[in-house]
């Protein structure tokens, strides 16, 4: 959510302030963005949130999870959106139509149509629906049981299938109305606070922002919900809907919970748990037409295990596929740099492997990485456009581990055994040598 208020913030920001400050402005307050764990094309358990109820592990039920998801008018900022639909400038309508006034009408483009499935994996929701219905169309939630059942076995479903597009646009919640009493009160929210929305229609793709530092950074290959099968609970809302299968991207292939064969076109890699692949990679897009890749171990490394390749030529809307090897149970770190297409401006994309979407910014390793990044650019003797990747030391006594298989600590030109009291393994006693005074030397 915070990537989409900085967006958000920085289209407000052009519209009050003349053209010729923005990026002056932006230079000087902003020196780099880390996009980390961004849902650039936003989240298909924002669908699972607005229709069953998601928990985050809290002790409520579902039902008291949705209630309190679609209370929030910002549940709706996460819903997932195609690639190939943009809303009108603003900019320019801003000058001659005023603030306000009219929605983002969205054109899209032709790939919109002959695409299966929006840029996503697959169909985002299948849910069935009566085929006809007694009952008023706005059901409360005192409709007894009995009521919305015999309703139900009146017809025989029908199974409809919404695109990314279709979720977006309102589409999935207009068909829903008769079946949802919540359908029409979505409708009126996307309607009125996103595509008329006076700033920006935030679930439309966003180009790279205009900062001279723009860092994208978020896991991958974690098995990652991008599908949903509902179908009518019997009960009143909000429990008036049940997810009958889950279908999952998990390290390019699709699966479902079910063990049912899946229709779709899978990502190269899957996504951090939470948000899909395909969304968090859409920053890829900001790279220019030739990009350094680089994979190096998350963990401490001498190098050895080093891969670059330089000057990948990356095809528009396209994924970048590098030719990298990977060791098994070893976890990287993929860097993907651009430093020539905009002069004096950089980006960078990394992905991590296996880091979850809700504890990236708890991994050491992240912290490492951003801080040798922002050290480097501070520095006045840095000679290279990024850090380099080359070695990863200990940085701190707690990076300081024990080598059983050598009976020392590791990194010996940089750790040495000392013991301090209180140390209650070996491991503790492994610190940075007092002359390690030039280890971030090295970095630069």
């Not at 059901?139 to 029908?158: F, N, Q, R």
Request: overall charge negative; charged content about 20%.
């Amino acid at each position: 959510m915070g990537n989409n208020v900085f967006r958000y913030f920085l289209e407000w920001l052009k519209l009050e302030i003349a053209p010729k400050h923005y990026i002056k402005w932006l230079d000087e307050h902003i020196h780099a963005y880390f996009a980390v764990g961004a849902p650039l094309l936003g989240s298909t358990e924002a669908v699972r949130g607005a229709l069953s109820g998601t928990t985050f592990g809290l002790p409520v039920s579902e039902g008291t999870a949705r209630l309190m998801f679609n209370a929030f008018g910002s549940s709706l900022w996460l819903m997932p959106f195609s690639k190939y639909c943009k809303a009108d400038n603003i900019y320019w309508k801003h000058f001659f139509e005023g603030k306000g006034g009219s929605p983002h009408r969205q054109q899209c483009d032709e790939a919109e149509y002959i695409s299966d499935y929006s840029g996503w994996p697959t169909d985002l929701v299948n849910i069935e629906v009566p085929s006809g219905r007694d009952m008023g169309a706005y059901p409360s939630i005192t409709d007894i049981t009995e009521d919305i059942t015999s309703s139900m076995e009146c017809g025989k479903p029908t199974l409809l299938s919404f695109s990314a597009r279709e979720v977006s646009d309102g589409t999935l919640f207009k068909t829903i109305e008769d079946y949802d009493p919540q359908s029409k009160a979505l409708v009126y929210q996307l309607e009125k606070y996103y595509q008329g929305d006076p700033v920006l229609n935030p679930l439309t793709p966003w180009e790279r922002p205009p900062i001279k530092n723009v860092f994208c950074i978020y896991g991958i290959d974690s098995k990652t919900e991008v599908g949903y099968y509902f179908a009518p609970s019997g009960k009143p809302y909000p429990d008036n809907w049940i997810i009958t299968d889950i279908i999952y991207e998990f390290e390019g292939s699709l699966i479902s919970r079910s063990g049912n064969s899946v229709s779709g076109k899978p990502n190269n890699s899957s996504g951090d748990g939470t948000v899909s692949y395909n969304s968090l990679s859409w920053c890829k897009n900001w790279l220019g037409p030739k990009v350094n890749i680089t994979r190096a171990p998350q963990a401490e490394h001498d190098g050895s295990d080093l891969q670059t390749i330089m000057n990948v030529h990356r095809h528009h809307g396209q994924d970048i596929l590098p030719n990298m090897t990977r060791a098994p149970h070893v976890k990287y770190i993929t860097y993907y740099e651009d430093a020539e297409n905009l002069p004096g401006w950089r980006t960078a994309v990394w992905e991590l492997d296996k880091a979850n979407h809700r504890n990236i910014v708890r991994m050491p390793v992240l912290m490492r990485e951003l801080w040798l990044e922002m050290w480097h650019d501070m520095h006045p003797d840095s000679k290279s456009k990024f850090v380099t990747k080359a070695f990863r030391g200990p940085l701190r006594n707690e990076d300081c581990r024990w080598d059983y298989g050598k009976a020392r600590c590791g990194f010996p030109e940089h750790c040495e055994y000392r013991y301090i009291f209180g140390d209650v393994h070996l491991g503790m006693s492994c610190r940075l040598k007092n002359t390690s005074t030039n280890l971030l030397q090295q970095y630069l």
